[in-house]
């Protein structure tokens, strides 16, 4: 995409950019620092605690993946440890959620072998003739 009019000088990209970093740092610290203060320091997917130099390995999760929603109340936050947090982005990559397409609604295709699969034949027939065996 080409930009509309002439490119800032250097120096004045460094700037816009430097503030477009702040700024964003900024917006992560707040609500980072706001769900720490609101949530227990526990991993919600795994369970692991963390104190100390750990609490760094806490992040939070968006849970509508959308890291502009943030209410005050921490609705859409979760405190996740970094390993399921990355986990849970890969989950919604994975779905298709990423670039736009929706995921296949299409059935889900049987398991190559169930172990139960002719379970009520077989106790349906126990229960006719206990004393013998199905085959």
């Known amino acids: 995409m080409k930009p509309k009019g002439p490119l800032p000088d ?4 460094d700037q816009i950019l430097a503030g477009l970093r ?18 227990p320091h526990v991993c919600g997917s795994c369970g692991r605690e963390f104190s100390g130099k750990k609490l760094r390995e806490l992040t939070v999760h968006h ?5 502009n929603n943030n209410p005050t109340d921490g609705s859409n936050w979760e405190l996740l440890c970094i390993y399921c947090h990355d986990h849970e982005h890969e989950k919604y990559k994975l779905k298709g959620y990423v670039d736009g397409s929706a995921p296949d609604v299409s059935p889900e295709k049987p398991p190559i072998a169930n172990p139960f699969d002719n379970l009520d034949n077989l ?13």
Do not use: C, V, W
């Not at 250097?10 to 990209?13: A, I, R």
């Not at 707040?30 to 720490?36: H, I, K, Q």
């Not at 849970?63 to 890291?67: F, G, L, P």
């Not at 126990?126 to 085959?135: A, H, I, M, Q, V």
């Open 123 to 135: 106790l349906k027939a126990k229960t006719k003739d206990p004393g013998t065996e199905p085959k």
């Open 63 to 67: 849970k509508d993946h959308n890291h």
């Open 22 to 39: 702040r700024d964003a740092e900024i917006r992560q610290k707040s609500y980072r620092e706001r769900a720490l203060r609101m949530f």
């Open 10 to 13: 250097p120096e004045k990209q």
